[in-house]
C-alpha cells in the first residue's frame, strides 16, 4: 500500500500515476523485473551529498551516479554518496531505499538526461512491493527536475 502522505502529495499536486502492487523487489534491477519493463524505464533514486547538502539524483535502475557530471552540472566542490545516518528520517514515511523521487521531501532532483526521454517512468511508491507509472512530462515539471548529461554511468 502507498503511505498515505505519498498518495495526498501526488492528488494535490495533480501528478497522475497507475499504481501497481508486486512481490518484494529491493534492488531497482529486480523491481524492473516484477514490473516487467526495462532497467532503462525504472528511475532509480540514488541519495546524495552536495557541498554537505542532500539531494536525489536518478539514473535507470541499471546504473549508477557519476558523481563527477553531477558535481560539475551543479557547480559542487564536493559530492558523494551519502550515508544512511543522514538521511534516515528525511524520507519518511518511506522503507529504506524506497523513497521515490518526489519534491515533498525538500530535496533537489536531479536526472540523467537520457532517462527524462523515457516517455514514461517506473518508480517506487514508498515501499519495496509499490511501484507507480507515470508520465516522465508531467514529473519533470511537477517536481521541478534538472536533467543532467551523463549522469547515469
Do not use: N
Not at 41 to 67: F, I, M
Not at 102 to 127: C, H, K, N, Q, W
Amino acid at each position: 500500500m502507498i503511505p498515505a502522505p505519498i498518495e495526498k502529495y501526488l492528488a494535490d499536486h495533480h501528478l497522475s500515476f497507475a499504481h501497481h502492487v508486486h512481490a518484494r523487489a529491493v534492488a531497482a534491477q529486480k523491481l524492473a523485473a516484477a514490473e516487467h519493463v526495462s532497467g532503462y524505464r525504472v528511475a532509480k533514486p540514488v541519495v546524495v551529498s552536495l557541498d554537505g547538502s542532500l539531494a536525489l539524483a536518478v539514473v535507470p535502475a541499471h546504473r549508477r551516479v557519476d558523481l563527477d557530471a553531477l558535481a560539475r552540472a551543479t557547480d559542487c566542490a564536493d559530492a558523494k554518496l551519502a550515508s544512511e545516518p543522514l538521511f534516515g528520517d528525511r524520507f519518511w514515511p518511506c522503507e529504506a531505499g524506497a523513497e521515490p523521487p518526489l519534491a515533498m521531501f525538500g530535496v533537489p532532483i536531479y536526472v540523467d538526461e537520457g532517462l527524462s526521454r523515457e516517455p514514461f517512468l517506473v518508480m517506487r511508491a514508498g515501499t519495496h512491493e509499490d511501484a507507480m507509472l507515470l508520465s516522465t512530462r508531467d514529473w519533470l515539471k511537477s517536481e521541478g527536475v534538472r536533467s543532467v548529461p551523463g549522469l547515469a554511468a
